[in-house]
């Protein structure tokens, strides 16, 4: 797979725009916003114009590591 940055793997297709992301956590795109400003919430990347997307392998981890199991473990 070709790298969009050297060193890198990833493609804009696995780019996600904050309302995709809303709806797969079923949240507002409100929401997003006031994790953003809060620095909680998945992370994400701030380009030009207050553009902002969300990498699809960086909110899987997010979401992994903020899985809560049964019991009380986190991860």
Known sequence: ?????????AQTSELMTEAELAALL????????NQRTRRVGP????????IVRYSRAAVAAWMEANTIAPGGAVG
Not at 1 to 9: F, K, R
Not at 26 to 33: I, N, R, Y
Not at 43 to 50: F, H, I, W
Request: charged share 15%; aromatic share 4%; hydrophobic share 35%.
């Open 1 to 9: 797979m070709p790298a969009l940055i050297e060193g890198t793997t």
């Open 43 to 50: 992370p994400y990347l701030k380009l030009s114009g207050g």
């Open 26 to 33: 079923k949240v507002s795109p409100k929401t997003l916003a």
